[in-house]
Structures are given as structure tokens and as C-alpha cells.
């Protein structure tokens, strides 16, 4: 009996449509002789639907007309079995939609990306492929992600991390900064992806500028120098806490000194997936322009490899990972700049050049979830206990501990 794939797409997210690109690019891949696969798209509320028209990108132009003749579900736990279920439900007939084996969110960015989703999916039972919740969150706090790792021995740029609070008062904040960094700094929002609010400022003026733009878009955001002659490098890395590996290595082009939204996700963007889903528009991650291979040197490429495979157990992560790197090319070291722990196209394109096809990368991806899955059922969570006899809670109270 083949498993049935729950791939969720969409949500609450500044990168609610490139979930929808990379989520159909995948669907279109997946090996339906192993799997039958359900999509469950997720709104901007985060309401789920399904349907026959759920996984066809054209559909998308028209969300709303997309929603009318999709239906709308919940997630329903009975003993081990999770289902979805038609919302709301109708009082004669039968109203499960479909059991779901494996729940496969393939989600970008803030409410979705950052273990939220990956906790709710968990908490019914399910095997959920990729990272779990705390990798989750932590690889979509750059703050956390970059504490983390320098713990480690990984390099990582210093960085100083401030809040709506700090934003209050401006002009300090400002002083801070100054008296913290150089000109130029970066100025980021601390969980988002997609180069969204990311903005560079060389003086006092562009700073104001960027700490507006980050602000916009996130309570906390991170400040960190600017590399000034900069090499930016992507590895994508496959695996678990037990063995990793890591895949070809991409030098992006971008039009900018900063790889923006546009460069990666709207330049050159015509045409349709590679393979069974054709988007007729944007390929996601696989439009951006780009060197596959980098143009580094063999030593270098060994080097970030390795650094990538590191940082993807040292953070805890499963599944498939892309991890973005900087060469500093006045001093020729890399830093770690970030981990995307769903990447834009799941980085397929840049599995093919070391001889893993997309079809087998997703299958690995599920087999992982499974795994641990697995071993999950071998912890023990409970235990019999007889702590609740005898307790007695009266007015007033101050409860167990009291």
C-alpha cells in the first residue's frame, strides 16, 4: 500500500507564493508509484483546502476563485490514524477527506518555516520531513542560528541584535550601532528569508533608511558589517544527525550589491518547472542566476563544503538544507552567513550536478522523516505515576508546589 504525502504549501508569510512555486515544482516530482500525494494549500490565514486544482500554479492568479471550488479541511487525530476532514462538516455522508501518513510542508519563512507548523503537524503524530521544531526555529533566528555556530567553532560575522523597543528612541539606537560597527553595515530582519527588508547603508542616512525597512517587517532585526568585496557562495547539504553530505556548490549572480527578492525569484523567470509541474512562470530558486560550479578553487569548495555539513548537525537538521556562505575576498575567509532550512526549489538544481535527481532527493527526504519517526517511538515520554492521589486543590490554593 503506497504512503500517503501530505505536502503543505502556502501560509501566513512574506513568502506565502514562493512556498506555492517550490511546493507544484515538487509535487511534479515526487514518485507516485511509492506515494500518493495530497496538496493542502494554506492561506494567508492559515486555513487549509484541498482539491483538484489545489497543485496547478495557473490557479494561483485567482486565489479566490481557487478557494470557491477547493474544500476547505481540518487535521483530526483518532488513536494513531490522522485525517483530513471536510470543514465544516456536512451531517450526512462522509466527511474524511483523506488519511495522511506523512505530513511534507515545503513552507518558506516567518509562521510557517520556523517550527510552528513543524509543531503542529508533530504534535498530532505525524512524520514531518525536514527540519524538527527546535532546528527549525533556530536555524530562522539569525541571532540564535549565529550563537549557535560560533559556539561551535563556525565562522560567523559579529553581529548585534535590536528591538522595536531599541526603535522607540532612534537616535540612540543609531549612536549604538555607530559605536558598534564601521560603515557599511547590513541592516536584516532577523527571520525572514527571500532578502526581504535586507538593506545595506553606507552613513548615517541610509542607516535611518534601513532600520525603517527592517523594522517594517520584523520586531527584532540584526546589524552586522558589510563585506565590501564579497563572493557570495550556496551549498546545499542532505541528511540527519547521523550522516550529511553536501552538494555542488553555486556562486549567485546578482544585479546588486545584495541578492534581492527580484534576483531570485523574478529575473529570468519565464518559461516552466523542470520536470512533471509545469508553472508557466517563476521556477523559484531555480530562475536565479547563477555559476554551477562556483568559481572557487577546489580547496575553497572543500573547505564549505565541509563547514556546510558541520553547521547542518551541529543546528540538529534533517532533510535537505541550504546553507549561504561569504568570502571576504580582500582576506579570503568564509563566514557563514545563513541557513534556509526549506530552500526556495529544495535546491534540486544543485543535487543534479553530483548525480542525485530530483525524484530521489524527495523520496531520501521522506525516507529521513520516516527514520525519525522511528526512532521516536523507541523514547520514552511517559511513565505511570501516582502523583495526582491525594492532591487536593482548594481555594485559594497555591497549587502543587505551594
Known amino acids: 500500500m503506497k504512503l500517503k504525502v501530505a505536502v ?39 486555513d487549509f483546502y484541498v482539491g483538484e486544482y489545489v497543485d496547478k500554479i495557473e490557479e494561483y492568479t485567482h486565489i479566490p476563485e ?14 494513531d490514524k490522522v485525517s483530513l476532514v471536510r470543514y465544516p462538516m456536512k451531517k450526512f455522508g462522509n466527511n474524511v477527506i483523506s488519511t ?3 505530513a511534507f510542508p515545503i513552507v518558506h519563512g516567518t509562521n510557517v518555516e520556523d517550527g510552528t507548523l513543524q509543531g503542529y503537524l508533530a504534535t498530532m503524530g505525524l512524520p514531518v520531513v525536514g527540519c524538527d521544531v527546535l532546528s527549525s526555529a533556530v536555524g530562522m ?15 560567523v560575522l559579529d553581529c548585534k541584535c535590536y528591538t522595536w523597543k531599541d526603535y522607540e528612541d532612534v537616535d540612540a539606537l543609531v549612536s549604538k550601532i555607530e559605536a ?12 525572514l528569508g527571500s532578502s526581504i527588508g535586507i538593506k545595506k547603508a553606507s552613513d548615517r542616512e541610509g542607516l535611518l533608511e534601513a ?8 520586531k527584532k532585526i540584526l546589524v552586522e558589517p558589510a563585506i565590501t568585496a564579497l563572493k557570495e557562495i550556496n551549498c546545499s547539504v542532505l541528511g540527519d544527525y547521523e550522516s550529511a553530505e553536501a552538494s555542488e556548490c553555486e556562486e549567485p549572480i546578482n544585479s546588486d550589491d545584495i541578492l534581492s527578492f527580484e534576483d531570485k525569484y523574478i529575473g529570468g523567470a519565464k518559461g516552466s518547472a523542470k520536470g512533471g509541474a509545469k508553472t508557466g512562470g517563476s521556477k ?3 530562475s536565479l542566476k547563477r555559476k554551477i560550479p562556483a568559481d572557487i578553487t577546489a580547496e575553497m569548495r572543500d573547505e564549505i563544503r565541509k563547514m556546510a555539513v558541520d553547521a547542518f548537525i551541529c543546528l540538529g537538521c534533517s532533510g535537505v538544507s541550504r546553507i549561504d556562505f561569504m568570502i571576504d575576498m580582500d582576506t579570503n575567509k568564509v563566514y557563514l552567513n ?13 543535487w543534479e550536478p553530483v548525480g542525485v535527481k530530483y525524484d530521489v532527493l524527495l523520496d531520501r527526504m521522506i525516507q529521513l522523516a520516516l527514520k525519525a519517526d522511528r526512532e521516536s517511538h523507541k523514547v520514552v515520554y511517559s511513565f505511570d505515576t501516582n502523583v495526582l492521589e491525594g492532591v487536593h486543590l482548594g481555594g485559594g490554593s497555591k497549587g502543587a508546589k505551594g
Open 284 to 286: 523559484g530558486m531555480a
Open 180 to 191: 558598534a560597527f564601521s560603515y557599511p553595515v547590513i541592516i536584516k530582519p532577523l527571520n
Open 211 to 218: 532600520l525603517d525597512l527592517g523594522f517594517e517587517f520584523s
Open 8 to 46: 503543505l504549501f502556502g501560509g501566513k508569510s512574506t513568502e506565502h507564493e514562493i512556498s506555492i512555486i517550490s511546493a507544484i515544482q515538487a509535487i511534479g516530482y515526487i514518485d507516485r508509484d511509492k506515494y500518493d500525494i495530497i496538496p493542502v494549500y494554506m492561506t494567508k490565514n492559515n
Open 141 to 155: 533566528n539569525k541571532y540564535v542560528m549565529k550563537t549557535v555556530l560560533k559556539d561551535n567553532g563556525i565562522p
Open 100 to 102: 495522511v501518513d506523512v
Open 66 to 79: 481557487l478557494i470557491k471550488k477547493s474544500t476547505q479541511v481540518v487535521w483530526i487525530k483518532e488513536g
Open 338 to 350: 545563513e541557513i534556509n532550512t526549506i530552500p526556495g526549489s529544495l535546491s534540486f538544481y544543485l
